[in-house]
């Protein structure tokens, strides 16, 4: 167990003692490390001035650079990690992600600028870059006020998976540090990176007020937002165990930890549906942090993974030191904020079964941007047909509507026993009004809600009528490019 | 005497005079420049509520918190406590009474932004809170305005409607918009030996800091430097709302002696500035049988929030744009800013511009909805023509209107007609979604509608090495202003990028300059700039006619070499020889933009130099489901004279439609019933993301259209092509229509909830509640 955050900072080790647990690693940067190249615009994730990478090993794709917002990260959460900042980039020449941007004048006032490099970055070194909306989605996560975007997108779209021969595909190929245990102590407060759940647990036990904290992608929020200091913190990332992913016995086992890019990956051929929804969850930088537990163990009214798990019939696995336990998903949101889990508990695993082929499911979010932004209303809705082709099951999950992510029981049972028709959905619709109370808010009126709710109900037939578990729909393009305007 | 035109980086397309040092996170902004041993930096302390008074303030406690330096409140300031670009109607620091939700209180300076914000804790602070006024609406009720009305009128309004064929009347809204520049305001200010004061600031205006940093700490104006290194944005936003900033660190940097940086967070900066000011508008539009207006009698209100700031200008300049692209024989415009509890709204890409202009263009598709005509022929019948269709409002002629050409050629590289054609396709063959094409046109007159305003200035330095450093009166904002200064500047002295360096801009080396604003940066500074470099050039002229042994007139600076009799020199030797002959190797320039004036009494004038064209075409799927939509494909053409550097100016063309596709659909700032702003940050106020841009963007710009009178035929850029955003809400508006045919009733911004409601009411005939 150490007691100093050990990483390697641009390929330097470094170790820091006598900071605050919970220093971002963009304040740390800047103010302690003077590399001022890295920019705050938001210090809340979604404007993307202050992107770095970090080096993750065990993904799908096999390791690569990971774009991440430095400005939720917090220090100790780089501890046992390799990040590099957009100083690292340039040697005796420029990058080829820098000549490529700068070359389409994708840079006017610059202050984006080196977020977007480093973005491009971890492009540079993807292989799954193939199509062009992936594009989009990595480079969401970058504002920019100035541009426009179209030369990003052009710079990004030369770069992408060029992975250009020298140092950094060296360090990819390299086998990179080990991870330690951490229990890293500043003042009255304490951070912890235990390695196994005997000292997870242990942990636990000795400080029953620590929070536990993954991507941080929530909980730095609280730190940045609302100067939050927390006396004890205890990361999970030390844990192999609640990093896997796999598929058993037609079950999608989704490790406490799995990043939402990772799941993102995998889930596109196994769970469409799941799929559908990360993709517009948040931008890349936070799908790279994100964890599954982190967004079911925050229990946002609108967090987006619930509402399809909800209509997937997934199960939480709980474990505390008594062992672990099962909680159907539906009954793991008791209130506003609040879990299932009991003090000492975590979230260690989702298990959703696979749907099987015949069963229609859709996933949808409606938001204001399609990209980077928070659900007015997300849904995951999933029917079963029996031999006669009526509604044998039904499970509509919204988020949203109410203050917790909940099934629209009397859609269901309006569907349930019913034809399955475009017309029995448009009149199964019609009992979002007494399933759901919505509220008004800055995002949308309670109007707008039970509207949109009430329309992706009515609609789930002809959206599932090509294809009953349907990817989204491409990018339309336009229509004079449609032979005869054909939809 | 002319110089041949010689190869030189204008005209050409280059790279961004900063790209490699944005690139390579080199560029250093006000934030980034290394601190001084002891610099203190600060956190403001704001009023909580929209209107009231300060019933008591008590900072003694504050003051002796660990880290703290200095709390400074308006108690405490030295000189005056008044600010503001026009009317100094502005308190630094809120006196008793309390103005707008996010005003200025007090400023606590410290060690540390955490030392700040725990003695900002415990500052002890009542307020009696009264009722505020938040809108347009409230303040016209409570005859809360800032200054006076201003009007214009031609013809007889009330007959014209008379006998109009057509008679359109109703209202209209467009909403707030912030700038969102990416990089929060931010000034450095270090106090020098025997008072004096260097104050690095994010702004477009460095000679309003100078000059106020000096008022307020009471002091002459010599005593103060402002420099700006670069801005990372600014859209306006830092014309006048800079200042504040970096008058309130001077003063800090006054009190305590030390260095002291102020920098809002992003938090800070959306609650203490302003935006781009919501408009309401009231018309009645008259039509002849074609769709010619005959008459256009509009009143506008602006919603200026709490202090007058440049509010009076921005309407003006919404005035004298809502005619856009149109010819009116008879109108009356009025316009009004009103007061109300909110930031005070300030200058945004455009000045009121886009208001104007949207609050027509939705009137002439309101009448094509009607009329079932198709818009872009309405709009085109509508151009501005021959005398006596060539006179605007205001009384200036509109001459070289490039629009009917504009119009022509991107009708047919847009295949405007084919597509709508192939919509009408699609819409019938389609429920659930809905596709719409719109064309916009935009007209935008290129001055400051100040007419004093249009000068600039220029100091260019010349080395014995034949190196360059280039001052002009500028700020760089990422607009490429310093690209095509350098360019101008190479050009005339005829050396290689290379050689020179574009300085940051100071008030200690070009003085009382004006915003870079109103789209004039390049306009002004660059004949500076030609001015200082051929006063160079031509007293090195002679010293290379003796050395290349010829007459002065052949001889041709070009590319870092001076040709003449077959022989060429470096620009570094001859620069030498004249160093030796005791030549002065630096120079000033100046302009003023010529003959340009307005009488605000009568309403007539010519306040612009010329005006800047542009079209675009858009096209849009709107989703009847959701009401979330996308944009498909845009083409635009875009008059900019000849293009001083054409890499740049695209720049300038698809940032700007872009940012305005963000004010018209995605941008929503939202207040809670009491004034409070609810949308504080990127999560909440959604600016356009890159999926938001169509792949399918075809932007051109407009060829063989040099501008005569103007910096190397070119024109000004920065501003006009944010309104070309406005053929998205044609779009939306057409697609809209599909769902049920009637006149389109779709709010600003098109967010999905404005289009889902606009859906809504084509299939019911009802907007819903
Ligand atoms: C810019 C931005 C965009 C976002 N976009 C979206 C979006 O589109 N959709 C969406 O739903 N959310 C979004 N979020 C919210 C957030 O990213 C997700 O909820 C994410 O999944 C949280 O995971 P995390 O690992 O980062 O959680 P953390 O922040 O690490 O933790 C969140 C909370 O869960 C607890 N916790 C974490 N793991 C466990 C566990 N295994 N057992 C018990 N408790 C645990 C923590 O104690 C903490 O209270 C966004 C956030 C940001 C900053
Ligand atoms: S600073 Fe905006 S995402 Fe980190
Ligand atoms: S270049 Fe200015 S924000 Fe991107």
Redesign the pocket.
């Known amino acids: 167990m150490q007691g100093a955050i050990q990483f390697e900072l641009n390929g330097e080790p470094v170790v820091v003692e006598g900071l605050s647990p919970t220093t971002t690693l963009l304040n740390y940067l800047r103010d302690t490390r003077r590399l001022v190249g890295t920019k705050e615009g938001c210090a809340?994730?979604?404007c993307g001035a202050c992107t770095v990478v970090v080096v993750e090993r065990g993904g799908p794709q096999g390791p690569g650079f990971r774009a991440v917002n430095s400005c939720?990260l917090l220090l100790p959460l780089c501890h046992g990690k390799q990040v590099f900042t957009v100083e690292a980039l340039r040697d005796s020449d420029y990058h080829p992600v820098q000549h490529a941007l700068v070359a389409a004048l994708g840079s006017q006032c610059g202050y984006c600028t080196p977020g977007v490099i480093m973005s491009m970055f971890e492009a540079c070194y993807r292989t799954d870059l193939d199509a062009g909306w992936k594009l989009d989605d990595q480079m969401c996560g970058n504002l920019c006020r100035c541009t426009g975007y179209r030369p990003i997108r052009d710079a990004t779209t030369q770069i992408a998976g060029t992975r250009p021969p020298g140092r950094f595909l060296k360090v990819l190929s390299s086998t990179g540090p080990t991870p330690q245990a951490l229990d890293y102590r500043h003042q009255q407060q304490r951070f912890s990176v235990p390695t196994s759940f005997t000292e997870l647990f242990d942990v636990l036990r000795e400080c029953p007020d620590a929070?536990?904290?993954?991507?941080?992608?929530?909980?730095?929020?609280d730190v940045t937002k609302k100067h939050v200091t927390f006396a004890s913190l205890v990361s999970?990332h030390g844990l192999p165990e609640l990093a896997k992913l796999e598929v058993r016995d037609n079950h999608l086992l989704i490790g406490?930890t799995v990043n939402?890019a990772d799941l993102e990956d995998v889930c596109t051929t196994t769970c469409p549906p799941l799929a559908r929804m990360l993709r517009f969850?948040?931008?890349r930088q936070?799908k790279n942090?994100?964890?599954?537990?982190?967004?079911l163990?925050?229990a946002?009214p609108?967090?987006?993974?619930a509402p399809v798990l909800l209509a997937l019939g997934a199960r939480v696995v709980a474990r505390s030191h008594r062992g672990e336990r099962v909680i159907p998903i539906a009954e793991f949101f008791v209130g506003y904020r609040q879990t299932a889990?009991e003090p000492g508990e975590?979230?260690a695993r989702v298990d959703c079964p696979l749907p099987p082929k015949n069963a229609r499911v859709g996933a949808y979010k409606v938001s204001r941007r399609r990209e980077?932004d928070?659900s007015a209303v997300a849904a995951g809705m999933y029917v079963e047909l029996d031999d006669a082709g009526l509604v044998s099951c039904a499970r509509i999950g919204f988020g949203g509507m109410a203050a917790t992510p909940a099934r629209a029981a009397n859609v269901e049972a309006a569907l349930i026993g019913q034809p399955w028709t475009a017309e029995t959905c448009t009149r199964a619709s019609q009992a979002v009004t007494t399933d759901f109370q919505p509220i008004d808010d800055h995002r949308s009126s309670a109007w707008f809600r039970r509207k949109v709710a009430q329309n992706l109900v009515a609609g789930f037939y002809a959206d599932t009528l090509d294809s009953p578990q349907p990817n989204l729909p491409d990018r339309p393009v336009s229509t004079l490019l449609h032979a005869g305007g054909q939809p | 005497m002319t110089v041949k035109p010689s190869p030189s980086p204008l005209h050409q397309p280059g790279p961004h005079e900063s790209g490699y040092r944005h690139a390579s996170g080199e560029a250093r902004y006000v934030d980034d420049l290394p601190m001084l041993p002891g610099t203190l930096v600060c956190t403001i302390f704001t009023s909580p509520i929209a209107r009231g008074k300060i019933s008591s303030l008590d900072v003694s406690r504050a003051r002796t918190s660990p880290g703290v330096a200095a709390v400074l409140t308006a108690a405490e300031l030295p000189g005056s406590n008044r600010i503001g670009p026009i009317f100094h109607d502005e308190p630094l620091l809120a006196e008793a009474q309390l103005d707008y939700v996010g005003q200025p209180i007090a400023l606590v300076v410290g060690e540390s932004y955490a030392a700040c914000r725990a003695a900002a804790a415990q500052i002890e602070f009542e307020c009696e809170a009264h009722k505020p006024i938040l809108n347009i609406a409230e303040a016209i009720a409570a005859e809360s305005f800032h200054g006076e009305p201003h009007t214009i009128a031609r013809g007889d309004v009330e007959q014209a409607l008379a006998g109009a064929a057509h008679v359109l009347e109703g209202q209209f809204e467009s909403g707030a918009q912030d700038h969102f520049y990416l990089e929060t305001q931010a000034a450095l200010a270090l106090p020098l030996e025997d008072g004096n004061f260097h104050v690095y600031a994010s702004t477009q205006h460095p000679s309003e800091v100078q000059h106020m940093v000096a008022e307020i700490l009471g002091i002459g104006q010599q005593r103060v430097v402002c420099e700006v290194p670069r801005m990372g944005g600014g859209f306006g936003g830092k014309e006048s709302q800079a200042t504040g900033v970096a008058v309130l660190a001077a003063v800090a940097a006054q009190t305590t002696g030390r260095p002291v940086k102020v920098w809002l967070n992003r938090e800070q900066d959306m609650l203490i500035t302003g935006n781009r000011h919501p408009f309401a508008t009231r018309y009645r539009a008259g039509f002849d049988e074609d769709g010619r207006f005959v008459a256009l009698d509009i009143e506008i209100f602006s919603d200026g929030g709490f202090s007058s700031d440049l509010s009076l200008p921005v309407l003006d300049r919404a005035l004298f744009h809502l005619d856009n692209a149109y010819y009116l024989p008879n109108l009356r415009f009025v316009g009004r800013a009103c007061k109300t509890n909110l930031a005070s709204n300030t200058a945004f890409r455009g000045f009121g511009g886009p208001q104007g202009m949207l609050a027509t263009e939705v009137i002439l598709d309101r009448l094509s909805e009607q009329l079932g005509r198709d818009p872009a022929d309405l709009r085109a019948l509508n151009f501005y023509g021959d005398a006596p269709r060539n006179r605007t409002p205001y009384g200036q002629e509109v001459r070289d209107n490039r629009l009917p050409r504009v119009f022509s050629e991107l009708m047919a590289t847009s295949e405007y007609r084919a597509r709508r054609d192939a919509i009408a396709t699609f819409n019938r063959n389609s429920v659930w979604r809905k596709r719409g094409i719109g064309f916009a046109p935009v007209k935008f007159g290129i001055s400051f509608t100040k007419s004093v305003l249009n000068q600039a200035g220029a100091l260019v330095l010349v080395y014995t090495d034949g190196s360059v450093q280039l001052n002009h009166g500028g700020t760089e904002m990422g607009q490429g202003l310093h690209t095509k200064m350098l360019a101008v500047c190479c050009h005339e002295l005829g050396v290689v990028p290379e050689q020179v360096r574009v300085m940051q801009t100071a008030t200690d080396k070009v003085p009382n300059t004006s915003a870079t604003a109103a789209s004039s940066g390049s306009d002004l500074n660059g004949q500076a700039v030609r001015q200082a470099c051929a006063t160079i050039r031509e007293r090195l002229r002679p010293v290379a006619a003796t050395m290349l042994g010829c007459d002065g007139q052949q001889i041709v600076f070009t590319q870092g070499m001076v040709r003449g009799n077959g022989r060429q020199l470096p620009f570094s030797e001859v620069v030498g020889q004249a160093y030796l002959e005791q030549v002065s190797l630096s120079a000033t320039g100046y302009y003023r933009t010529p003959g340009i004036h307005y009488d605000h009494a009568s309403g007539q004038g010519e306040p612009f130099y010329y005006f800047a064209y542009g079209a675009a075409v858009c096209e849009v799927e709107v989703d009847g489901a959701t009401g979330e939509h996308r944009l498909l494909r845009v083409d635009i053409l875009h008059d900019v004279g000849t293009s001083l550097v054409p890499t740049i100016d695209i720049g300038q063309v698809e940032g700007g439609f872009v940012q305005g596709v963000g004010w018209l659909t995605c941008e929503q700032m939202v207040n809670d019933s009491k004034g409070r702003p609810l949308t504080l940050g990127p999560?909440t106020y959604k600016v356009p993301a890159i999926g938001d841009v169509p792949v399918d963007m075809h932007v051109k710009l407009l060829e063989r259209a040099p501008q005569a009178g103007v910096i190397h035929g070119s024109k000004a850029v920065g501003e006009p092509p944010f309104m070309l955003a406005i053929g998205v809400v044609h779009a939306l508006r057409h697609a809209i229509h599909g769902f049920g045919g009637r006149v389109v009733e779709l709010a600003i911004p098109a967010t999905p909830e404005a289009i889902l409601r606009a859906v809504e009411h084509q299939k019911t005939g009802a907007l819903p509640g």
């Open positions: 809340e994730g979604d939720l929070r536990l904290v993954c991507g941080a992608t929530d909980l730095g929020l999970l406490a939402l969850f948040g931008a936070i942090r994100a964890t599954i537990g982190g967004n163990c925050n946002s609108i967090g987006d993974l889990l975590i979230l980077l928070i | 999560s």
